[in-house]
């Protein structure tokens, strides 16, 4: 039976940003999918979150895996009828891997194709959504114009990062215009630099601030922005 409590799927959501945003959407009365590569990992994520009181399940989604990108749409069919919460947070830093060009392969891979092919086959359950929300975790240092400007972050040469997550803007903005006649909204983030595996433990910030401008745009009300690129709720460069 359809429930009518709000649905939301966070992929890479064992541990990190993705784990905190279940959290916190959770403690909104949203129930919450956590999705890992790991069956074991995003089940113990889940009983994590559980224990907090908060409605969560784990599920089983390489977003680069067909097969699971299949199993998710079934089980979301199946369990909940709709989707209303995307959040494509699931990514990878691979320039140090191999040559230039398998580390921008393996980059798109993951930071691109991924979220690409896992957001197509869940639009028709976010259609059955009254408000759905597609949040795409960016970084801004997918900002073209912020590499251009500021030298803080232009002086780093991490192509295969940088060129997956300016191409996951792209996509965000071509999304948000094919679905501007319908009420979901397609929007992208920087998280900060937080405190995780990825960001280190020399980041500034901690995890629950890193989730907070995903969780925003997860709710944002009906006449709240789309085909945006946020941090903190201002609008980030291009
Ligand atoms: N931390 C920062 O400072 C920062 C800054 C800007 C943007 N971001 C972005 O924020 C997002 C979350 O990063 P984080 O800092 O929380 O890093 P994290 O703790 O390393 O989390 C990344 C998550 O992505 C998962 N993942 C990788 N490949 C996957 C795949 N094929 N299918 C499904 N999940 C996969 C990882 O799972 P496994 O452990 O199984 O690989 C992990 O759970 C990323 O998109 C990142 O680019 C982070």
């Not at 040469?157 to 999304?175: D, E, F, I």
């Not at 997860?218 to 946020?230: E, I, R, S, Y």
Request: hydrophobic letters at 45%; glycine letters at 10%.
């Amino acid at each position: 039976m359809a429930t009518t409590k709000q649905v939301a799927l966070i992929t890479g959501a064992y541990k990190g940003i993705g784990l905190e945003i279940g959290r916190q959407l959770g403690q909104l009365g949203i129930i919450v999918l956590l999705g890992a590569r790991s069956l074991s990992k995003a089940e113990a994520a889940a009983t994590l979150l559980r224990e907090e009181q908060i409605e969560a399940h784990g599920i089983e989604l390489d977003i680069t895996n067909p097969d699971h990108i299949q199993a998710a749409v079934r089980r979301l069919e199946t369990e909940f009828g709709k989707l209303d919460i995307l959040i494509n947070n699931a990514g990878v830093y691979t320039d140090h891997l191999g040559t230039p060009v398998e580390a921008v392969r393996a980059s798109f891979e993951v930071n691109l194709f991924g979220p690409l092919a896992l957001t197509d086959a869940l639009l028709p359950l976010l259609k059955a959504s009254p408000a759905g929300r597609i949040v795409n975790q960016s970084s801004i240092l997918g900002s073209l114009g912020t590499l251009l400007t500021n030298p803080m972050y232009g002086v780093r040469s991490v192509p295969a990062y940088t060129s997956s997550k300016a191409a996951l803007n792209a996509w965000t903005v071509q999304l948000s215009i094919a679905l501007r006649d319908t009420t979901i909204k397609v929007n992208a983030c920087h998280p900060g630099w937080v405190k995780t595996d990825m960001g280190g433990a020399d980041a500034p910030m901690e995890i629950h601030e890193g989730a907070e401008s995903a969780v925003w745009l997860a709710t944002l009300p009906q006449d709240g922005p789309t085909g945006g690129f946020f941090h903190k709720r201002e609008l980030l460069p291009w």
